[in-house]
């Protein structure tokens, strides 16, 4: 099976911008998560989602969203970018729960 | 919520050597625990893991133990080897498909 993938790879944007990442899960897995990894902070969770529900929600601010699709793939969407958002967006994914398989990330850099 | 710590942040060792990482938590419903390897510049990827059920796991060169009345877990690494060098990371994951990672250890295997 192909593993999860996510889109784009990279990315630069300027401050106040919002941007989306996209992250298709292993074929049959119905969970996406999705984490923001810094240098020295580890992987913080942002949320989860579940035959297109978010289950599950960590303690970002609202400018953080996300949604999932039928076909399972998701979105998140981060709107009046800050500096402070520049890191590496992993998503994982996992049959209903359990083991998560984690793509490669989007870095995304804010100028 | 769930905590996870994680200990220690760095750790060298010589090629042969063994290496050991604790994790402890702070939720007893925590039931699953995996631990992930993330080399430069790749993804995580799932190494081993072990549930609440079970105390101790082992996958040829690396074992995980599980203290559930102490609410902490452990990776061993024997045998190491260079390529062994990577960031490790635990994790602990509730009921309901929600993961909490713990910083990271950056493992530094010295030939």
Known sequence: KAGVTQTPRYLIKTRGQQVTLSCSPISGHRSVSWYQQTPGQGLQFLFEYFSETQRNKGNFPGRFSGRQFSNSRSEMNVSTLELGDSALYLCASSLTSGTQYFGPGTRLLVL | GENVEQHPSTLSVQEGDSAVIKCTYSDSASNYFPWYKQ??????????DIRSN????????????????????SLHITETQPEDSAVYFCAAS????????????SLTVIP
């Open chain 2, 94 to 105: 509730i009921p309901g498909n929600q993961f909490y990672f713990g910083t990271g250890t």
């Open chain 2, 39 to 48: 080399e430069l510049g790749k993804r995580p990827q799932l190494i081993i």
């Open chain 2, 54 to 73: 079970v105390g101790e796991k082992k996958d040829q060169r690396i074992a995980v133990t599980l203290n559930k009345t102490a609410k902490h877990f």
